[in-house]
């Protein structure tokens, strides 16, 4: 197993809402480690999107710890954050939120440009199989085309780590299946410690581990020795 990319230790989130408190994460020890593609599955209110968020920076922990690397995320400032999430992550979520005036090269292109050292477009485009539709706006595409261009845009900064939240969610399962096999590519070419969640139990196994949220904890983790391939999922 590689190092450690995130580590979380009693990590826990409250949401007040008037009086009533729900324990989105209620201490939550997890590790992802470098270069993994972890699935990260649990009935719908059980955590997921809250954990991602927060080793996302997206959003803060109430108490407990998540550190990226050395980096401790709880206590980091908001510009601090804001240069951590820009710099190191990549997010895809269920809806693809392209610009639709813009092509997909321009959608692609609209992150490179504020990057360190990303990649051209059409190179991030080819890693999905969209190069040959780069110059078609966002219309034009179907549902798992948006949702490559999408996951193109995520990676063109080369991000250390990629975050999914119900990436096929929208999609039908064979246009889910080539989202994965993306997913998949990206992560055994560039190495990027990959998490996704989702519904669908039946893609745990294309996973390197499987961590499954129950009620805000983390019930079960899965070491898959044996990986299938997303075109052999059965959904
Ligand atoms: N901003 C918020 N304010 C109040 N409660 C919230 C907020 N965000 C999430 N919650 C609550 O925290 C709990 C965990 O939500 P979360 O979205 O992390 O679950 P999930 O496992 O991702 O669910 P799903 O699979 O349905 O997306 C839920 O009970 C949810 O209602």
Redesign the pocket.
């Known amino acids: 197993m590689n190092e450690a990319v995130f580590t979380t230790r009693n990590l826990t989130?409250i949401?007040?809402?008037g009086d009533v408190e729900?324990?989105?994460?209620n201490g939550v020890d997890s590790e992802l480690y470098g270069g993994e593609l972890a699935v990260l599955l649990?009935?719908?209110?059980?955590?997921?999107?809250?954990?991602?968020?927060i080793v996302g920076g997206l959003d803060r922990p109430t108490s407990g710890q998540v550190t990226f690397r050395d980096q401790d995320l709880a206590t980091l400032s908001d510009g601090k954050l804001t240069l951590y999430r820009r710099n190191h992550v990549g997010f895809v979520f269920q809806f693809y939120n392209l610009i639709p005036s813009l092509t997909a090269w321009e959608n692609v292109a609209l992150v490179t440009e504020v990057a360190d050292n990303p990649m051209p477009p059409e190179e991030a485009l080819a890693m999905v199989d969209m190069e040959k539709r780069m110059t078609h706006f966002p219309a034009q595409l179907s549902g798992g085309e948006q949702q490559r261009v999408a996951i193109a845009r995520a990676i063109a900064k080369r991000p250390e780590v990629l975050l999914c939240?119900?990436p096929t969610g929208a999609l039908d399962s064979k246009t889910g299946v080539i989202v994965l096999e993306a997913l998949t590519r990206i992560n055994r070419e560039l190495g990027t410690t990959t998490a996704i969640?989702t519904?669908n139990a039946a893609i745990r196994n294309i996973a390197h581990r499987v961590i499954s949220?129950i009620d805000?904890k983390i019930a079960e983790v899965q070491v898959n020795d044996q990986r299938i391939e997303p075109s052999e999922v059965v959904w």
């Not at 729900?22 to 994460?25: D, G, P, T």
């Open positions: 989130k949401y007040l809402t729900v324990r989105a994460l649990g009935p719908s209110g059980s955590g997921k999107s809250t954990f991602l968020n939240d119900e969640i519904h949220f805000g």
